[in-house]
């Protein structure tokens, strides 16, 4: 049944039914609690009111479509995306025994659960309290402290935050890793906001020179912090002017990454995991 579920995923943009993948993202939902101003998914339409979980691929049908996309690709792990994954914690519960390894993406502002499998959790957090309830919604930052706050100290999963940087929070990373370095966090990443062909909403940056000031302050962050800043030097220096194009022309992670984000009943590839910008 599962080779038959998988004439449900068009693998587009170059991506191979016969290659190997070492981690295969999955879009489980597009529903999400939250409609941030800076998400993809949100801005380019998927808002909460035309969606319905009574539309979404039912659990035992998204299971046998993700062992076949297993048995196909054989990825070393799997990365849990949404909308909001939380929002389908049964289909996570059989799911993620299916991979050796798993990566949940959340917003934080519902309860983390210790699935019991190998799983960690990758936060979104962008920015202390103001900076990211601007771009969040009003108290989300104080939600995922507090469910952070609530975790018994057995606690299994690894918790790491992802900070989207823009022009609201640039100038607050210092602060924010200052709030964050106390709490269950083992560690953060930060990502650079990437604009819409529609325009950014003033998040972004004129230029490749404009963003080199967000980019120079993580820098000196990872300098400062290097057992909590997991940015690389290196993957730093690519996003300068003079590297950056042609990083995203010849992209290292199509090779190795195959994303898969749900359309109706059936996933479609991507040309990227962070989305088509």
């Known amino acids: 049944m599962a080779i038959d579920l998988l004439e449900r995923v068009e693998l587009t943009h170059g991506y191979g039914e016969d290659t190997h993948y070492s981690i295969i993202s999955l879009n489980i939902t597009n529903r999400c609690n939250l409609s941030c101003e800076h998400c993809f998914f949100y801005r380019e339409g998927n808002t909460n009111e035309a969606l319905s979980p009574r539309l979404e691929v039912p659990d035992d049908e ?31 519960d059989k799911g993620l025994p299916i991979f050796d390894f798993n990566t949940i993406a959340t917003n934080g502002t519902l309860p983390l659960i210790d699935f019991g499998h190998r799983v960690d959790y990758m936060v979104s957090v962008d920015g202390p309290p103001a900076q990211n309830d601007k771009l969040r919604g009003k108290g989300t930052f104080d939600r995922v402290m507090k469910n952070l706050d609530r975790l018994p100290d057995d606690f299994g999963p690894m918790i790491h935050a992802q900070c989207t940087v823009t022009n609201v929070n640039q100038g607050h990373l210092g602060e924010l890793i200052e709030m964050l370095r106390p709490t269950r966090f083992a560690w953060i990443t930060f990502s ?48 300068s002017p003079e590297n950056a194009p042609g990083v995203t022309a010849n992209c290292a992670l199509s090779s190795n990454v195959l994303p898969l984000f749900l359309d109706g009943n059936r996933f479609v590839s991507g040309r990227c995991p962070y989305g088509e910008n």
Do not use: C
């Open 62 to 92: 998204m299971i046998e479509m993700i062992t076949g996309l297993r048995d196909r690709h054989h990825p070393d792990m799997a990365l849990w995306i949404g909308g909001e994954p939380m929002l389908r914690r049964s289909l996570l």
């Open 192 to 239: 650079f906001y990437v604009p819409s062909g529609d325009g950014d909403a003033g998040l972004g940056w004129d230029s490749l020179e404009d963003r080199m000031v967000a980019v120079d302050e993580v820098r000196q962050l990872k300098a400062e912090h290097p057992d909590f800043v997991s940015n690389e030097m290196a993957a730093l220096d690519l996003m």
